[in-house]
């Protein structure tokens, strides 16, 4: 059974970095592609970056491009997000979610909070 | 960026009826077109890819059709646990996008 596990979120000052992370099991992570879906509180989805199933190709919404990096360590079935210049728009619950490269994302974690506020 | 218009808003329905929820691309996407399906305090859970392809587990009555611009999401009898937010996302460009989401509500 796939399972994702987000960790890293918390509340953190306008202008401040981040980092989450998700731990994959139940199916060979270094195959697969990997992307971060966020939500905002009462809204809808959004799509924030997607990584190759090597790490060699990314990319990123426009709303996050130079202030939010994507990498992932197959060694360790780990999924990151590094988060910098926060803002108070990005809070939100990230998703970590198996796939949305070359196809769509079927599986997807629980979420990690992000709260940015002073 | 490709933008995913969904309607309606919000469909108000009984259990037992059929539900038809629309999503309309601003370019072609070909068929590279997906629906979730969310409860609260829940992840996405993906119901249809490419259009018209159930995914895994997911039960017969959940239908989707369309390419190019113009998608449909059908539930052809609802039953109490597809009343839900769902939502269309497109991956033939980068960036991905989402549509903002129909709820289907209890009339």
């Known amino acids: 059974e796939v399972h994702l596990l987000e960790s890293g979120g918390g509340l953190v000052q306008p202008g401040g970095s981040l980092r989450l992370s998700c731990t994959a099991s139940?199916?060979?992570?270094?195959?697969?592609?990997m992307t971060w879906v966020r939500q905002g509180p009462g809204k809808g989805l959004e799509w924030v970056s997607s990584?190759?199933?090597?790490?060699?190709?990314?990319y990123y919404a426009d709303s996050v491009k130079g202030r939010f990096t994507i990498s992932r360590d197959n060694s360790k079935n780990t999924l990151y997000l590094q988060m910098s210049s926060l803002r108070a728009d990005d809070t939100a619950l990230y998703y970590c979610?198996?796939?949305?490269?070359?196809?769509?994302?079927?599986?997807w974690g629980q979420g990690a909070l992000v709260t940015v506020s002073s | 960026e490709v933008v995913l218009t969904q309607s309606p808003a919000t469909l108000s329905l009984s259990p037992g009826e059929r539900a038809t929820l629309s999503c309309r691309a601003s370019?072609?996407?070909?068929?590279?077109l997906a629906w979730y399906q969310q409860k609260p305090g829940q992840p996405p859970r993906l119901l249809i890819y490419?259009?018209?392809n159930r995914a895994t587990g997911i039960p017969a009555r959940f239908s989707g059709s369309g390419s190019g611009t113009d998608f449909t999401l059908t539930i052809s009898s609802l039953e109490p646990a597809d009343f839900a937010v769902y939502y269309c996302?497109?991956?033939?460009?980068?960036?991905?996008?989402f549509g903002q989401g129909t709820k289907v509500e209890v009339k």
């Open positions: 979610a198996k796939g949305g490269f070359y196809g769509f994302s079927d599986n």
């Open positions: 139940g199916f060979t992570f270094s195959d697969s592609a």
């Open positions: 990584v190759g199933f090597n790490g060699a190709s990314t």
């Open positions: 370019q072609s996407v070909d068929n590279y």
């Open positions: 490419d259009a018209s």
């Open positions: 996302q497109q991956r033939s460009n980068w960036p991905r996008t």
